[in-house]
């Protein structure tokens, strides 16, 4: 299903590789753990499924395409079937978690009424239903990062990339987000999950690869975070790790241990160097540089043979491992050509065009969550989430109403209720365009042709960016890019779309899978059944009727180390003592590096009930959930903390007082102009407006939308 053969992949021209002559496979329904020290070349090469950086040398092959090949304009089509998730959440601190998992539907262009139905869905699966209304801050960081996973699974990725999902959390939470992670591998997703989490690794008993300084040293089917004692890849660990000051078997440096907090000297290493990593912002054209093959030069052999554990461990110490994992020309056409291999009933494309007719004549209210949580009918039923379509008649535009809206009564919805659905254009604008592109054709006999998901009000138009050197992390001074407030859009809109004569690529045929929906969902209960948040090992996935790739040939396992996990609430009264205790595990009752995030908030869902004095006391200082939006910048405790909240100030209507059709006087909905040629250019006016931005911006980014602060800003006019 992925495939890099030999690929080499460099950032700068005389830099070391980060990804160094790399041939892997990962398969249909494979659950695998990146890992490898920091810059070994995790996020690299996840990034590079995403076609986000091209190699200097070799091929990457994602589901049949040669990325290499790819046209651009394809790309966004292609980040659509590949979820993706990051250590640090990455939510819109602005929105409710309903509405961040509801942003990347909508940044797609789709049917109000669709979202509404696949978010409600998509939460209720990964028991944040309850939590629809909250805001990313008053939610825990184990919550906020299955908000992260609902978002990234909302579009039904074939793929689910996972880049340290478990970086920011404590062990409990981290069980609860592998339960998820499983629970969706489980439906045939493909999960590859970067890592340095030695304990999660170890109880997964899943595919493990790993790299060193960009090349890989191991690929076992079901290995241990070590490698096999007395093999290469066991030197390799042995040897960055005696560089870091640790032993290949002590515990891995971020939060895996348990017990107390490490001395401050201690708290520095290579986990917390990578809990700052973050490179996701890059987009693939901001290396175009970086396409031309370095000159002259084989950085390869170079580094190899200056490398003394690569010298010494040949390639060819996992050629054999390599080879019986290989498939062969005849198994990889068989696997694309899967009569499978078409859209289902369940998939949310299919939906989509059966919903088509309705939603046209849906007079759907607004989708605010408000009513969502206190929607009996469907939180009580989790199970039967289909059944939304045949109680509530769309196509008459009330049922809808009746189940999610805030109208139970089933009022009339009023004008503004229809202003705010964001995936339907506003009428001046949808009319705008079409004159548009009706003057285009006038102007040059060739009729426009907007891609599928530009045409409904997406607004996700390849639109250049004014500055090369904005990368998203500060607000775009509107006036420097020659905006005005009332500026005439079409102006602005350099980039052309695709005209008639170019022939349409077919869509590459998305693989085949169990759709996730059909799983059991998850339930509170189910993710804190474990009282020791230990976790199960992960069962291979069942991979339904797709013809099963060729099983992995596993290497004989040399003396893999037994080590025994400590346990992983500290709260949670001793188990017996070990029986024999091995080094590893010895080592792993040292106090773990990185302190518990989001603890607090996470206790608190959890009640008043925890026997922990040291929780009771903080608990009796913090403020209640309610409060906690007025509360003061940085009066937060540092485990409520989420991301970039420290630019966030809440100063903005909960959702339980949000009223669609009360907008304040001088919105942007309120000003905006009736003339069609005319529209007002929403100025972000705070910190919070920044964030919010910058968030939306990383979103579709890595939703796979164009660059476009335009259609970003204007999309989050409609949706705030
Ligand atoms: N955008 C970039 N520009 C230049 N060099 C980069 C860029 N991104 C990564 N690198 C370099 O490539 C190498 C691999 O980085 P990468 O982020 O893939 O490592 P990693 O294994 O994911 O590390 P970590 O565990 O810390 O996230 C590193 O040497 C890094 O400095």
């Given at each position: 299903?992925?495939?890099?053969?030999?690929?080499?992949?460099?950032?700068?021209?005389?830099?070391?590789?980060?990804?160094?002559?790399?041939?892997?496979?990962?398969?249909?329904?494979?659950?695998?753990?990146?890992?490898?020290?920091?810059?070994?070349?995790?996020s690299t090469l996840l990034r590079m499924i995403l076609r986000e950086g091209l190699p200097q040398?070799?091929?990457?092959?994602?589901?049949?395409?040669?990325?290499?090949?790819?046209?651009?304009?394809?790309?966004p089509d292609f980040r659509r079937s590949i979820g993706m998730v990051f250590q640090d959440f990455r939510l819109l601190p602005d929105k409710t978690v309903f509405d961040n998992v509801a942003f990347a539907m909508r940044v797609l262009g789709t049917k109000r009424s669709a979202i509404r139905k696949r978010v409600t869905k998509v939460l209720e699966k990964v028991d944040l239903a309850h939590?629809?209304?909250?805001?990313?801050?008053?939610?825990?960081?184990?919550?906020q990062q299955r908000a992260a996973i609902a978002r990234a699974i909302v579009n039904s990725p074939a793929i689910l990339l996972a880049d340290e999902p478990t970086g920011n959390l404590d062990p409990r939470a981290s069980a609860e987000v592998?339960?998820?992670?499983?629970?969706?591998n489980a439906s045939g997703t493909t999960v590859i999950m970067a890592t340095h989490d030695r304990a999660i690794v170890d109880q997964a008993n899943s595919r493990v690869v790993q790299l060193h300084r960009g090349r890989l040293v191991r690929d076992e089917p079901h290995g241990f975070y070590d490698a096999p004692e007395g093999s290469a890849a066991w030197d390799v660990l042995a040897q960055?790790?005696?560089?870091?000051?640790?032993?290949?078997?002590?515990?891995?440096?971020?939060?895996?241990?348990?017990?107390?907090?490490?001395?401050?000297?201690?708290?520095?290493?290579?986990?917390?160097?990578?809990?700052?990593?973050?490179?996701a912002e890059e987009h693939p054209d901001d290396h175009r540089e970086d396409l031309a093959p370095a000159p002259g030069e084989d950085p390869a052999v170079l580094d190899f043979d200056e490398d003394p554990v690569l010298r010494e461990t040949t390639p060819q110490d996992y050629s054999e491992q390599l080879e019986g994992m290989e498939l062969t020309a005849e198994e990889f056409d068989a696997q694309l050509a899967d009569p499978h291999d078409v859209p289902t009933a369940e998939h949310p494309a299919y939906e989509h065009e059966n919903n088509s007719a309705a939603d046209d004549s849906d007079s759907d209210p607004d989708s605010d969550p408000d009513s969502y949580p206190d929607d009996d009918e469907h939180l009580g039923n989790p199970e039967d989430a289909e059944d939304i379509e045949p109680e509530h008649n769309e196509s008459e535009g009330t049922g809808e109403k009746n189940s999610f809206g805030a109208n139970p009564a089933g009022d009339h919805l009023e004008g503004d209720d229809l202003d705010e659905d964001s995936s339907e254009l506003p009428e001046h604008e949808a009319q705008f365009e079409d004159e548009a592109d009706l003057e285009h054709e006038e102007q040059t006999g060739l009729r426009v042709t907007w891609p599928e998901h530009l045409r409904d009000g997406a607004l996700g138009h390849d639109v250049p960016e004014p500055h090369g050197d904005f990368n998203g992390t500060e607000m775009p001074d509107l006036e420097q890019d020659g905006y005005t407030e009332a500026e005439d859009e079409p102006d602005d809109f350099s980039g052309e779309p695709a005209l008639e004569e170019l022939p349409e690529q077919p869509v590459p045929e998305e693989p085949v899978r169990q759709d996730f929906m059909d799983q059991e969902p998850l339930t509170r209960g189910s993710l804190e059944e474990s009282p020791t948040g230990k976790l199960a090992p992960i069962a291979p996935a069942p991979i339904p009727p797709a013809p099963a790739a060729p099983?992995?040939?596993?290497?004989?396992?040399?003396?893999a180390p037994l080590r025994r996990l400590p346990p992983m609430y500290p709260t949670l009264p001793p188990p017996a003592p070990p029986q024999a205790v091995s080094q590893p595990a010895a080592a792993a009752q040292e106090p773990p590096s990185r302190p518990r995030l989001s603890w607090l908030a996470h206790a608190e869902d959890e009640g008043a009930g925890s026997e922990s004095p040291v929780v009771a006391a903080r608990l009796s200082r913090a403020l209640p959930l309610e409060t906690r939006g007025s509360e003061a910048p940085g009066s937060e405790t540092p485990g409520s903390e989420a991301p970039r909240s420290e630019t966030h100030q809440p100063e903005r209507p909960r959702p339980e007082t949000h009223d669609p059709g009360n907008i304040p006087a001088?919105?942007?909905?309120?000003?905006?102009?009736?003339?069609?040629?005319?529209?007002?250019?929403?100025?972000?006016?705070?910190?919070?407006?920044?964030?919010?931005?910058?968030?939306?911006?990383?979103?579709?980014?890595?939703?796979?939308?164009?660059?476009?602060?335009?259609?970003i800003l204007r999309r989050l006019r409609r949706d705030v």
């Open positions: 299903m992925i495939r890099f053969e030999q690929v080499t992949r460099r950032y700068e021209a005389d830099g070391r590789p980060a990804l160094d002559d790399v041939t892997v496979e990962f398969y249909r329904g494979d659950f695998a753990f990146l890992i490898g020290a920091s810059g070994s070349g995790k040398r070799g091929k990457v092959t994602v589901a049949g395409q040669n990325l290499g090949l790819m046209l651009d304009r394809r790309v939590l629809a209304k909250r805001y990313p801050h008053e939610i825990s960081g184990g919550e592998m339960k998820v992670l499983r629970w969706i960055e790790e005696g560089e870091s000051g640790l032993r290949a078997h002590d515990p891995a440096p971020l939060k895996t241990g348990v017990v107390p907090m490490l001395p401050p000297s201690s708290a520095e290493g290579p986990g917390d160097e990578h809990a700052f990593s973050d490179h099983a992995p040939v596993e290497p004989a396992r040399v003396a001088g919105s942007p909905q309120e000003s905006a102009p009736a003339a069609p040629a005319v529209r007002a250019v929403p100025r972000p006016k705070s910190s919070a407006s920044q964030s919010t931005y910058t968030d939306a911006r990383r979103t579709a980014e890595h939703l796979g939308i164009k660059k476009s602060r335009r259609s």
